[in-house]
């Protein structure tokens, strides 16, 4: 069964200090994974997915199959990162979500 | 392109009534998925489809309903609404399997009441 846990509901830090999100995945299969970004009173939209290898916005996020992970990180957190962030692992037919974490940047 | 539209935005049904909340999209996209999203418990999958004429159950269908007579719409019919059902729904598309990009509705907040 697909499984994925983010383990911390709500995370605070300082605006320049680095940002770590922790999600971690169960799959019997190859993964595909996903970080999803919602500012306030905007919809969900993709922010990376680990395939790209892409930096958006500053944000990176490595897979790593042997602790099953895939956190995503910031050197510098800016007052304007401060979303719900959802770590997700895709399927054959469907996405499966975590639960969430909450980025708060403190100015 | 409008992407993924839902209508409407805001719902406020007592408990027994009926409605359907609207979802279409403008990509062509084959996947559509309706998720709920409970504050501490992130999305959870109700229903989904794979095509005009196919869908399955997601995570939590109990109450609703769903069909796909056409590739753009995907309505979610919620019968005999409970208190329970008061959430934050969300449509969304991909152009094909779980493995690619989710484009996701602006939502509909519902209360019952």
């Known amino acids: 069964a697909q499984r994925v846990t983010q383990p911390e509901k709500l995370l605070s830090v300082f605006k320049g200090a680095p940002v770590e999100l922790k999600c971690n995945y169960s799959?019997?299969?190859?993964?595909?994974l996903f970080w999803y970004v919602q500012y306030s009173r905007q919809r969900l939209q993709l922010l990376l997915r680990?395939?790209s290898r892409e930096s958006i916005k500053g944000f990176t996020a490595d897979l790593n199959k042997g602790e099953t992970s895939f956190h995503l990180k910031k050197p510098f957190a800016q007052e304007e990162d401060s979303a719900m962030y959802y770590c997700?692992?895709?399927?054959?037919?469907?996405?499966?979500f975590g639960t969430g974490t909450k980025l708060q940047v403190i100015p | 392109n409008a992407g993924v539209t839902q209508t409407p935005k805001f719902r406020i049904l007592k408990i027994g009534q009926s409605m359907t909340l609207q979802c279409t999209q403008d990509?062509?996209?084959?996947?559509m998925y309706w998720y709920r999203q409970d504050p501490g418990m992130g999305l959870k999958l109700i229903y989904y489809?794979?095509?005009?004429?196919?869908?399955d159950k997601g995570e939590v269908p109990n109450g609703y309903n769903v069909s796909r007579s056409t590739t753009e719409d995907f309505p979610l019919r919620l019968e005999l609404a409970a208190p329970s059902q008061t959430s934050v729904y969300f449509c969304?598309?991909?152009?094909?399997?779980?493995?690619?990009?989710?484009?996701f509705g602006p939502g509909t907040r519902l209360t019952v009441t």
């Open positions: 969304a598309s991909s152009y094909t399997t779980g493995f690619y990009e989710q484009y």
């Open positions: 799959y019997s299969g190859s993964p595909e």
């Open positions: 680990h395939i």
């Open positions: 997700a692992l895709g399927g054959y037919q469907k996405v499966t």
């Open positions: 990509m062509n996209h084959n996947y």
């Open positions: 489809s794979v095509g005009a004429g196919i869908t």
